[in-house]
């Protein structure tokens, strides 16, 4: 998209926000990994900058979870601007026993909208010593508990939640959406 997603703007809040107001009803906390906290100042979250900058989604994981007061932690990308509440407390309410609970459906795993036991972090931190970042490497080394589409298709029929915004089409379909809805959208 050629700048900060997070960022980009439907009509007058930027993503970030947008999905901050999704989830923050169903959080005691909700921390922001940024390296340009400036940028993120006025969301009113707490920023939290790479532990280890340069390391991907892995190393933002790795923040999260090293700044985080909890036991889980629910990751979610900043592109994600139709997140239902509804599946992420879902994700939230299978955690306990496993080390993550990470949603599969038709494009594969979505490792930046699941949830994570703090329990990953020495898996992590060995990976991003080792140079290996691919969040889905990580999956193979921890208990997770697999959630297929049919199982929170009742709670988001089209599985709008995992609508990543990556090219103006995205965002254009995004802003569609939350302005009028699925139906008259073509969604």
Not at 6 to 30: H, Q
Not at 117 to 145: F, G, N, T, Y
């Amino acid at each position: 998209m050629g700048s900060d997603k997070g960022l980009l703007r439907i009509g007058s809040r930027r993503l970030i926000d947008i999905v901050l107001e999704a989830i923050r009803p169903l959080f005691a906390e909700v921390v922001i990994v940024s390296n340009d906290p400036a940028a993120y100042a006025e969301s009113g979250a707490p920023i939290v900058p790479d532990r280890v900058p340069g390391k991907g989604p892995l190393g933002g994981l790795h923040a999260a979870l090293c700044g985080s007061r909890f036991p889980y932690t629910f990751c979610i990308a900043c592109d994600m601007p139709l997140v239902s509440p509804a599946v992420v407390a879902h994700l939230c309410a299978l955690a306990p026993g496993y080390d993550a609970v990470v949603p599969e459906w038709g494009a594969g795993w979505e490792p930046l909208h699941a949830v994570y036991s703090r329990s990953c972090l020495p898996h992590v931190e060995r990976m991003i010593r080792e140079d290996r970042l691919r969040v889905d490497e990580l999956l193979s080394a921890v208990r997770v508990r697999r959630v297929a589409a049919e199982e929170f298709r009742p709670l988001d029929p089209t599985l709008r939640s995992f609508t990543n915004v990556n090219t103006p089409d995205d965002l254009e379909a995004a802003r569609c959406i939350l302005a009028q809805g699925e139906a008259a959208c073509g969604s």
